[in-house]
């Protein structure tokens, strides 16, 4: 009998449990627990001296370099700056070791999320070897504590499919939708401004910001702008004018995004793992290995 080997497939994944999806109850959890995993407070004023905003950004933008060049789970980029954003809120850091802290969360996010999380050594790699494995298995110890070992954070992806299935979609358009949503949730989560907004609210901006940018109200009327976040508003339980706002805030955060090129197209070819065999000097895309100078 011939016997076959799936360990050297690239991605494995759990399929998606439909009991869950469809129970409200799942949903009402995750709206009753998600605010227990928001930053205590807006760290920049009140926590942070050496670390300003900016840093954040850039350090943030590496990271969901880093995990798209890993092909690590959608979810595990968007977990890794709720555990940053989550130390930072309680614990003093100098600037010096934020890309140090951005590595660590991403190793402990890929644990949780990846059937193959990034190794040390590559996250290592991915820094130009600025940082050594023994430096991230220390300091993935002190995040840990800091956060008090709850490590299994409500992030806006875990709202995306509770949201798409209660909303008039037509099916052939469910799969790009959640690619949009996935996309505008990542790049809500490079940006401080929207860290203390709830993942029920972000989730629902984002997946509010995909139907529109991919006009789907021209065939639906239900899925009109204004009708359209009324029925985000009443799926998660939120303020209709506090969710516009969000999605207001959102298309700013693009907008932002897109005047400062940091979204363009790598060039053809270019990785973290090519650029730093080849031992080139300075970074010239955001996929190359480097390291976060602030």
Known sequence: MELYCFESDPVVRAQVDPNILCDSRVLQSLLTIEERFLPRCSYFQRVQQDIQPYMRRMVAGWMHEVCEEAKSNEDVFPLAINYMDRFLAVMPTRKSVLQLLGAVCMF?????????????????????????????????????????WDMASVIPNDFIEHIIRSLPLPKDKLAIIRKHTQTFIALCATDDRLAMNPPSMIASGSVGAAICGLQLDHADQRLSQ??????????????????????????????????????????????????????????TTPTDVRDVNL
Do not use: F
């Open 108 to 148: 402990l996010a890929s644990k949780l999320k990846d059937s193959r999380p990034i190794s040390a050594e590559k996250l290592c790699m991915y820094t130009d070897n600025s940082i050594t494995p023994r430096e991230l298995l220390d300091w993935e110890l002190v995040v840990l504590c800091k956060l008090k």
């Open 226 to 283: 204004d009708n359209l976040t009324v029925l985000l508003a009443k799926i998660t339980n939120t303020e209709v004018d506090c969710l516009r706002a969000c999605q207001e805030q959102i298309e700013q955060v693009l907008a932002a995004s897109l005047q400062r090129g940091q979204h363009c197209p790598p060039e053809p070819g270019a990785s973290a793992g090519h650029k730093a065999r080849e031992q080139q000097d300075q970074a």
